[in-house]
């Protein structure tokens, strides 16, 4: 379509160039000739010029609009099937979930998933790379309801108790089950549990240094083994906890108690 577009504008200016020439070579000519039309001969083929290049313009914009539709449609499709597969493989799991589930659930054909993917294993990976990588939200990489004031125990059992009820709960045990399982993608999918890792530690040491300001202690810069440890026991919480409340019940694990235990951690 880009080539398609840089040829139409070729033509356009080329088309623009001879009729200019045109002009001015039957310009002279009437002039010699026949001076009383000469303005009107001018005139006419300026105006045709101009409609030609109008004409030429609004072929290109219309390949361009055609192209914006298209690519806005992809795009939508694309995140259609990928809404749908994350809930999918979070209710049936990868291996008990089928391309058909997936374009089911969208509203789509199976050769939609296809054209796209190319693969359920594919489909999967874009689902992992849309909720661990780049794309996904910068916010799970921090504590919920943790701030340089301190840990607000209720926001953060509010926090999770909404993990606890959130279908991604499944998705995100999901996710992390599929990576021990296949080792061929292990490399890729563990390297974003890693960097997440690594940006949940950086914000406990922000956390552990507003701490020891507000107290007036002197704080170790960077990072320290002490915030790797604690990270560890939070990212445990923060998964064990909804996982446990939905499973045991509130006899044995409340969100309230994972709440409690990380306050203790980062305290």
Do not use: W
């Not at 992390?176 to 890693?194: I, K, V």
């Amino acid at each position: 379509m880009a080539d398609d577009r840089d040829r139409i504008s070729a033509a356009s200016r080329a088309l623009a160039d001879a009729a200019a020439q045109l002009t001015r070579a039957l310009g002279t000519q009437a002039e010699r000739l026949l001076p009383e039309v000469t303005d009107a001969v001018a005139e006419g083929l300026r105006e045709a010029a101009r409609e030609l290049a109008d004409a030429t313009g609004s072929i290109a914009d219309d390949a361009r609009t055609r192209e914006q539709r298209r690519r806005r449609k992809v795009d939508r499709t694309r995140a259609d099937l990928l809404d749908a597969a994350a809930r999918v493989f979070a209710a049936r799991g990868f291996e008990g979930a089928s391309v058909d589930d997936v374009a089911a659930e969208a509203g789509y054909t199976k050769g939609a998933v296809y054209a796209h993917f190319g693969s359920k294993r594919e489909l999967f990976l874009a689902v992992a790379r849309a909720r661990l990588g780049e794309e996904g939200d910068p916010s799970q990489h921090t504590v919920p309801g943790v701030g340089p004031a301190g840990v607000d125990v209720g926001a953060l059992t509010d926090a999770l108790a909404l993990s606890s009820d959130d279908p991604r709960l499944l998705l995100a045990v999901e996710l992390l089950a599929y990576a021990l399982r296949h080792p061929e993608d292990a490399d890729e999918l563990g390297g974003f549990y890693a960097r997440a890792f690594d940006a949940l530690v950086e914000h406990v040491a922000d956390l552990r240094r507003a701490r020891d300001a507000r107290e007036g202690r002197e704080s170790a810069p960077g990072t320290t083994q002490d915030d790797r440890d604690t990270t560890l026991g939070v990212v445990a919480l923060l998964n064990v906890a909804p996982l446990g409340a939905r499973l045991l019940g509130p006899e044995h694990i409340t969100p309230a108690a994972g709440a409690r235990v990380i306050a203790r951690l980062l305290a």
